[in-house]
């Protein structure tokens, strides 16, 4: 049965290509999900990609990975389970304790992701509310970063064997 994962991207993602191309790249979102989508098709990985500027809908696709949430359907409870998320949190890293929280209450194993490194940039922007309960952390690598963290947890799944997770 393939493994899930679930990619989230934040506030001012759908800006990749056009936002500060210098510190971000040319590269677009849609760029990077289709990348994203075919390694994860040529992977045997089941991957969905969501993408919001507002905090509360991250809460509410992150609980509804559990069938629970706002919106969550009986639809959710049928899915296969998912194995891991990738986040890139954006803004919010900085700033965000409810996303962490619904990341610690749902239990599944995440990747905090960055395209920038954060820690090269302004020193407010070194502070993560994610990093120390992240299985990993990938920052720096531009949207290259992308496919390292499909690969780290695509890896992860399949030497840690069937119902595993990260």
């Given at each position: 049965?393939?493994?899930?994962?679930?990619?989230?991207?934040?506030?001012?993602?759908?800006?990749?290509?056009?936002?500060?191309?210098?510190?971000?790249?040319?590269?677009?979102?849609?760029?990077?999900?289709?990348?994203?989508?075919?390694?994860?098709?040529?992977?045997?990985?089941?991957?969905?990609?969501?993408?919001?500027?507002?905090?509360?809908?991250?809460?509410?696709?992150?609980?509804?990975?559990?069938?629970?949430?706002?919106?969550?359907?009986?639809?959710?409870?049928?899915?296969?389970?998912?194995?891991?998320?990738i986040i890139n949190p954006a803004g919010l890293?900085?700033?965000?304790?409810?996303?962490?929280?619904?990341?610690?209450?749902?239990?599944?194993?995440?990747?905090?992701?960055?395209?920038?490194n954060i820690h090269a940039r302004e020193p407010?922007?070194?502070?993560?509310?994610?990093?120390?309960?992240?299985?990993?952390?990938?920052?720096?690598?531009?949207?290259?970063?992308?496919?390292?963290?499909?690969?780290?947890?695509?890896?992860?799944?399949?030497?840690k064997g069937e119902g595993a997770k990260l």
């Open positions: 049965m393939p493994r899930r994962i679930l990619l989230i991207n934040g506030p001012n993602l759908n800006l990749l290509g056009t936002r500060e191309p210098q510190i971000y790249g040319s590269a677009t979102l849609q760029d990077v999900e289709a990348h994203a989508q075919a390694q994860a098709n040529t992977l045997g990985i089941q991957l969905e990609t969501f993408q919001s500027n507002h905090e509360g809908a991250i809460v509410d696709r992150i609980q509804r990975t559990i069938g629970r949430g706002p919106s969550a359907t009986a639809g959710d409870m049928n899915e296969e389970p998912v194995s891991a998320i890293t900085h700033t965000s304790v409810a996303v962490r929280d619904a990341l610690l209450g749902v239990g599944i194993p995440f990747v905090e992701l960055h395209v920038s407010w922007r070194h502070h993560s509310y994610f990093s120390d309960r992240a299985v990993a952390v990938i920052c720096g690598l531009g949207v290259f970063g992308y496919t390292a963290a499909i690969e780290f947890v695509a890896t992860h799944l399949r030497v």
